[in-house]
């Protein structure tokens, strides 16, 4: 099989044969199992990486496999990624190396409950007592409008704790980052209801 690779500008095609696929699987497995543990992702510590996440920790490994010209490793998270998305169109690595970063794109009409990059903001510290009104204002606040980093596509959210703006993983094209925007706002104004009400 054939797992579509861009990074630099650079479009690379890794062929995994379907011999190693079948192979790997345990090896895959194991691979999951450890994620099942939990990882640390750049500065983050995830209890239990979703699906998504998991394919673009690999996608890390593997930018460090083509980058130390590691042609076995490269193949093995490459087959990964191959066996855990059998929908992938194509996966662009960012050079920069930050996990969530990378950008896994599936085929057309593939769609799955859990796509998408994984949008865990904290929503803790929020003002009290809002109406309605406030909170769906606070929330506008609280949620940047989608801009344009590179070639892709990110949004900020404050974070009441730390005084921060937390910023969103990146999105191929503004369509994605504007329909993850909207859930993230909806989850923010969510909360803000549900602080606890002053009498």
């Not at 510590?45 to 496999?65: E, F, M």
């Not at 974070?159 to 999105?171: I, M």
Request: net charge negative; aromatic share 8%; charged share 25%.
């Amino acid at each position: 099989m054939i797992l579509k690779v861009t990074i630099a500008d650079q479009l690379l095609e890794l062929n995994v044969p379907d011999a190693l696929l079948e192979q790997a699987q345990d090896f895959f497995d194991k691979m999951d199992a450890d994620m099942d543990q939990g990882w640390q992702v750049n500065r983050d510590w995830v209890d239990r990486p979703d699906r998504y996440l998991r394919g673009q920790i690999v996608a890390n490994k593997l930018l460090t496999a083509i980058e130390n010209r590691d042609d076995n490793l490269g193949r093995l998270m490459a087959g990964y990624i191959l066996s855990r998305f059998p929908e992938i169109e194509l996966v662009e690595l960012s050079e920069q190396g930050e996990i969530r970063d990378h950008v896994l794109t599936m085929k057309a009409g593939a769609g799955s409950t859990d796509e998408g990059p994984s949008l865990s903001f904290s929503h803790g510290g929020l003002p009290h007592g809002l109406s309605r009104m406030e909170a769906m204002n606070q929330a506008g606040k609280d949620v940047s409008g989608v801009f344009k980093m590179g070639r892709q596509y990110r949004f900020s959210v404050f974070n009441h704790v730390t005084g921060e703006w937390d910023q969103s993983p990146a999105f191929g094209s503004k369509e994605d980052a504007e329909a993850a925007r909207e859930k993230v706002f909806k989850q923010r104004f969510d909360a803000l209801c549900q602080a606890p009400q002053i009498h």
